[in-house]
């Protein structure tokens, strides 16, 4: 089953404008990974938050948690076409990831 | 590392035939999944391994569907025979414990005609 949802399901921008992608969850957790899947490429792992924590930066990404409403945000700012990608939030249960269906992320030139 | 290596890439086969595909996890790392992806369904887990030992097979869609992990560099999955819908894209992943940052596989795009 799945725990996490992204929303939106589809996102369009221009190059350069910011982009937030969300991603509800359902159960606690110790940790919410956020991944980057380009077309037809495995899924590449970007950031881990974990539950103790409320923001994290890496580059021109910010994700943020907030456990009391089970909800996380992936920001990517001054995007970039390569930035194009499907984006997933993944959760932990036990010894597994919960995976959400994913925001797909346009970015146009 | 190379990282999780998979095979085939691309493996087109007709309904009925056996097919297998194949899994090399980083080494070091003591949990292996195999997913499958679709369109319509995203993605889901078919399969959790965690020190060569199966713990959750519960994805697994059906008994044609099997995997093995002979050793901790190496798994496979099996779909015994296979139907059209099986088609999609299967992914194996690493992972230093379950729940951590997993390491993906390329994938094998399976079509089966």
């Known amino acids: 089953s799945q725990q996490g949802e992204e929303d939106p399901q589809a996102l369009s921008i221009q190059e350069g404008e910011n982009a937030t992608m969300n991603c509800s969850y359902k159960?606690?957790?110790?940790?919410l990974q956020w991944y980057r899947q380009n077309s037809g490429r495995g899924l590449v792992h970007l950031i881990l938050?974990?539950?103790n924590e409320r923001e994290k930066h890496s580059g021109r990404l910010r994700v943020t948690l907030d456990t009391s409403k089970k909800s996380s945000s992936l920001l990517i700012t001054a995007s970039r076409a390569a930035d194009t990608a499907s984006y997933f939030c993944?959760?932990?249960?036990?010894?597994?990831?919960?995976w959400g269906a994913g925001t797909k992320l346009i970015i146009k030139p | 590392d190379a990282g999780v290596i998979q095979s085939p890439r691309h493996e087109v086969t007709e309904m009925g035939q056996e097919v297998t595909l194949r899994c090399k996890p980083i080494?070091?790392?003591?949990?292996l999944f195999w997913y499958r992806q679709t369109m319509m369904r995203g993605l889901e887990l078919l399969i959790y391994?965690?020190?060569?030992?199966?713990?959750?097979d519960s994805g697994m869609p059906e008994d044609r569907f099997s995997a093995k992990m002979p050793n901790a560099s190496f798994s496979t999955l099996k779909i015994q025979p296979s139907e059209p819908r099986d088609s999609a894209v299967y992914f194996c992943?690493?992972?230093?414990?379950?729940?951590?940052?997993?390491?993906f596989g390329q994938g094998t795009r399976l079509t089966v005609v």
């Open positions: 992943a690493s992972s230093p414990t379950g729940n951590t940052e997993a390491f």
């Open positions: 391994f965690n020190n060569n030992v199966p713990i959750d």
């Open positions: 159960t606690s957790i110790n940790n």
């Open positions: 938050i974990r539950s």
């Open positions: 993944a959760t932990d249960s036990n010894y597994q990831l919960i």
């Open positions: 080494s070091g790392h003591n949990s």
